[in-house]
């Protein structure tokens, strides 16, 4: 019992129950899912990140780290490691938006005579534009991807390519995500519909 504000009398409730309209039920339960989604998304979103700067700032630094990371993915196959060196040293550079380091130059694989120009076969590895130093990043990114098998109809092709858009948005490389999507990516996928490029460069996060 409790005494009312006057002191004249005293009161007590007991078993109390809330009825809400079934519009303010529907909109309560509607929220909970919300929240629980958001919950979710959160952790996704943090785990991505995660991976992308794992990437970006440790695998994918240069190509000596690119090697480390491969020898402790494979440490039976050091020859394998060694072969694949052009090929890992075109990946970090695409990663970076950088052009491959001079001193790997020689590790890369010269064009197929058959398919190119003659052209255009005579001015690539000449000592006034040596091999490594033409064409853009795509050109590096598509020989790479050449290069570990993945053929044009490959979808591994446009899942690679995403993971590397990444990396890219995430360093302020806007423009050579989007040239990497718009070449190598199909025309419609879940990171070109849902991933905002510019606001992953003002917070720093991905998707």
Same mark, same amino acid.
């Given at each position: 019992?409790?005494?009312?504000?006057?002191?004249?009398?005293?009161?007590?409730?007991?078993?109390?129950?809330?009825?809400?309209?079934?519009?303010?039920?529907?909109?309560?339960?509607?929220?909970?899912?919300?929240?629980?989604?958001?919950?979710?998304?959160?952790?996704?979103?943090?785990?991505?990140?995660?991976?992308?700067?794992?990437? #970006?700032? %440790?695998?994918?630094?240069?190509?000596?780290?690119?090697?480390?990371?491969?020898?402790?993915? %494979?440490?039976?196959?050091?020859?394998?490691?060694?072969?694949?060196? #052009?090929?890992?040293?075109?990946?970090?550079?695409?990663?970076?938006?950088?052009?491959?380091?001079?001193?790997?130059?020689?590790?890369?694989?010269?064009? %197929?005579? /058959?398919?190119?120009?003659?052209?255009?076969?005579?001015?690539?590895?000449?000592?006034?534009?040596?091999?490594?130093?033409?064409?853009?990043?795509?050109?590096?990114?598509?020989?790479?991807?050449?290069?570990?098998?993945?053929?044009?109809?490959?979808?591994?092709? #446009?899942?690679?390519?995403?993971?590397?858009?990444?990396?890219?948005?995430?360093?302020?490389?806007?423009?050579?995500?989007? /040239?990497?999507?718009?070449?190598?990516?199909?025309?419609?996928?879940?990171? %070109?519909?849902?991933?905002?490029?510019?606001?992953?460069? /003002?917070?720093?996060? #991905?998707?």
């Amino acid at each position: 019992m409790q005494p009312e504000p006057t002191g004249h009398l005293q009161a007590m409730a007991e078993a109390i129950t809330l009825t809400l309209s079934e519009h303010d039920q529907e909109r309560l339960s509607s929220l909970a899912s919300v929240r629980k989604d958001k919950a979710v998304w959160e952790h996704q979103r943090k785990y991505e990140q995660s991976k992308r700067e794992y990437l #970006g700032d %440790n695998v994918l630094k240069d190509t000596g780290s690119a090697v480390v990371w491969w020898l402790a993915k %494979n440490d039976d196959q050091v020859h394998k490691a060694v072969e694949d060196l #052009g090929l890992l040293a075109q990946l970090t550079s695409a990663a970076n938006d950088t052009d491959v380091p001079e001193r790997l130059l020689h590790l890369l694989s010269p064009p %197929n005579a /058959e398919d190119a120009e003659p052209e255009e076969a005579d001015g690539l590895g000449t000592a006034d534009q040596p091999l490594g130093h033409t064409g853009s990043t795509a050109d590096h990114f598509d020989a790479f991807l050449q290069g570990m098998g993945l053929d044009a109809g490959d979808v591994r092709r #446009g899942i690679l390519t995403r993971q590397i858009a990444e990396i890219l948005v995430t360093q302020g490389r806007n423009e050579t995500a989007e /040239e990497l999507l718009r070449r190598f990516d199909a025309p419609a996928t879940p990171f %070109n519909d849902d991933f905002d490029m510019d606001s992953a460069t /003002e917070d720093g996060s #991905g998707p």
